[in-house]
């Protein structure tokens, strides 16, 4: 199971073909979290139910024509019915649920049914690219967190610690040596562990915390980017940090040895797997999971609990935390830990609401592409052309978004060198819809021509400008009340059927949990013909600036520059724009 080179799919047209690819690559057990059972990432984020579905989602692919599209029922191919060539191929949907039903214990009970299933997203969409898929936007989290709390964009000598090492999380270690950081990541699965080793995401591998303190302080004295991959429990990691700055203090010399720290557990999914309880094994806790539920359950919490203590002492001793948007603070709060201040919201940021989110409302997100040929030549010929794009427009950039490009073109001039791809020749760069829209047609010309050797698929992550209506993450940012509201993600999926994906998705979930999120994405084929070209910029100037005026309208100072950016470029875009009160006039009522 893998990604194989396009013309090897018995498919009767090449969307389809790209398809096979794209899924196939989903489930390639060197990127694929529990390849076996369907899952990609996130303990439960799957690409569908059953095996039953894979095979004939696989035939259904292979028979159709360029005048059918396939619609995907949560996992169940639903069966082909008459399109044309400029509709979308496929149309999947996940998880949809009638609002008032969709609860975690419907989601058990209606996936064990085989009704419904979790499709986390990209899992579920056919377009995760490995841990590359968030490795760049870790790395841009982690850099701009040091700058914004720790006033340096050098992290030299500075360590960050969080957890996880399983799906998407598995990025981290990357992220933290490209951000020039002493990264630690603890993870229980020792397999996950090694597996991330073993594909050079992580250095070094411990499992004694007496050793990891050793190298932690190492580090800090001789300053030497690297990351260390911790096998055991992030909580017993936490509380060694506490003790070690107590007994620093007792000493006379107050040291906290953790700049900045996160979480990436999967705590969207905390009683089946997503979160692993302090002081038992992995293996005993696996047992407990199925045999004793209601006793793991409250493990779990005491855990979190525990957890929360740790790092609420270090804070106070300032280092910095914030939420990755998997639901850390959210299930914290459920398990009573102190993580909400007086007014009852939470004492510590999301990632996008404090770090990522002007980045979003500046139009810059996780663009991707995969070269459909298979070939590494390929690759390297699209991130050349890529990093020319992204050079020439940093040039002509304003202040408000040269730094953007800039840290955008060192990953890109840099990407080869890192040794980010495990399966199919993908990449990703965070861009604006300028320069998707640049890049896409380059990459289109350059299979026209016959200097790539096959197709180009290009997508992104559905944690994007437009694509997801989170409250905890994605639209963490959004003040204006509409954090709730999924109309912008509604919109998004249907406003790129309707300019020509290939394939569009809509997803019930995320990173943040069932019933927490609605997300959608879309995969595009660059096939070389005028008629790809022609939509590009239609298509992607929707994707990005769908989020950035609803964004605008909710009063982000970045996402008003960038709307008014755009309607300087394409007379067509006529937004909405806000007025806003002269706040004396509200104080006088």
Not at 61 to 86: A, K, V, W
Not at 431 to 439: E, K
Request: glycine letters at 10%.
């Amino acid at each position: 199971m893998k990604a194989y080179p396009i013309d090897e799919y018995p498919a009767r047209c090449k969307s389809a073909k790209a398809i096979q690819l794209m899924i196939m690559n989903n489930l390639d057990p060197r990127v694929a979290q529990f390849p076996h059972e369907l899952i990609t990432y996130g303990g439960n984020g799957a690409v569908v139910s059953n095996w039953a579905q894979y095979h004939l989602l696989m035939y259904y692919l292979s028979i159709m024509t360029e005048e059918q599209t396939l619609t995907m029922y949560s996992g169940h191919p639903m069966g082909l019915f008459p399109s044309r060539p400029e509709n979308p191929r496929v149309v999947v949907t996940n998880g949809m649920m009638i609002p008032n039903y969709s609860t975690k214990e419907n989601l058990d009970k209606l996936y064990a049914m085989g009704v419904t299933m979790y499709g986390q997203m990209t899992a579920g969409s056919y377009c995760y690219i490995g841990p590359q898929g968030i490795v760049h936007g870790t790395t841009l989290t982690v850099l701009n967190a040091g700058r914004k709390y720790l006033n340096s964009g050098d992290l030299t000598g500075k360590v960050f610690v969080t957890s996880g090492l399983g799906g998407m999380s598995g990025a981290q270690g990357k992220a933290g040596v490209i951000s020039r950081a002493i990264t630690i990541i603890a993870e229980v699965s020792k397999e996950a562990v090694n597996k991330r080793h073993q594909q050079g995401w992580i250095n070094t591998v411990v499992d004694d915390l007496d050793e990891c303190i050793r190298l932690m302080r190492e580090y800090r004295k001789n300053p030497k980017a690297i990351s260390i991959g911790y096998h055991g429990n992030i909580v017993d990691l936490w509380e060694r940090l506490v003790v070690e700055h107590k007994k620093s203090v007792d000493e006379g010399n107050p040291e906290v040895l953790v700049e900045l720290g996160s979480d990436q557990t999967s705590l969207h999914n905390p009683f089946n797997g997503g979160y692993y309880p302090v002081g038992y094994s992995f293996e005993d806790s696996n047992k407990m999971m199925v045999d004793e539920p209601a006793k793991f359950k409250e493990a779990v919490q005491e855990s979190l609990r525990r957890h929360v203590n740790a790092i609420n002492y270090l804070s106070n001793h300032g280092m910095r935390f914030w939420d990755y948007g998997n639901s850390f603070l959210l299930e914290a709060s459920r398990a009573k830990a102190d993580v909400l201040d007086s007014s009852g919201k939470f004492i510590y940021p999301s990632y996008v609401e404090d770090i990522m989110g002007d980045i979003f409302s500046l139009g810059f997100g996780p663009f991707r592409w995969v070269c459909a040929s298979g070939d590494e030549e390929d690759l390297l010929l699209t991130d050349k052309v890529a990093g020319d794009v992204v050079e020439k427009l940093a040039k002509s950039a304003a202040d408000e978004n040269r730094l953007q490009y800039e840290d955008n073109l060192l990953w890109i001039r840099q990407a080869n060198d890192h040794k980010l791809v495990v399966g199919s020749q993908a990449r990703i760069l965070y861009s604006d819809a300028l320069g998707r829209a640049t890049i896409a047609k380059e990459f289109n010309a350059l299979v026209k021509e016959g200097k790539l050797k096959g197709p180009v698929v290009i997508s992104r992550d559905h944690h994007d400008v437009s694509g997801t209506d989170s409250p905890y993450r994605e639209t963490s940012n959004v003040t204006d009340g509409s954090m709730f509201t999924a109309d912008m993600a509604v919109q998004n999926f249907c406003g790129l059927s309707m300019r020509g994906a290939t394939w569009v998705a809509l997803h019930n979930g995320g990173g943040t949990g069932w019933g927490e999120a609605i997300n959608g994405g879309f995969g595009l084929v660059l096939d070389g013909e005028d008629s790809t070209t022609q939509k590009l910029d239609d298509l992607l100037f929707w994707d990005v600036l769908n989020g950035i005026t609803r964004r605008a309208w909710a009063g982000n100072d970045n996402a008003s520059w960038a709307s008014d950016e755009a309607t300087k470029r394409e007379p067509r875009y006529i937004p909405t724009t806000p007025t806003f009160v002269d706040a004396k006039l509200l104080e006088n009522i």
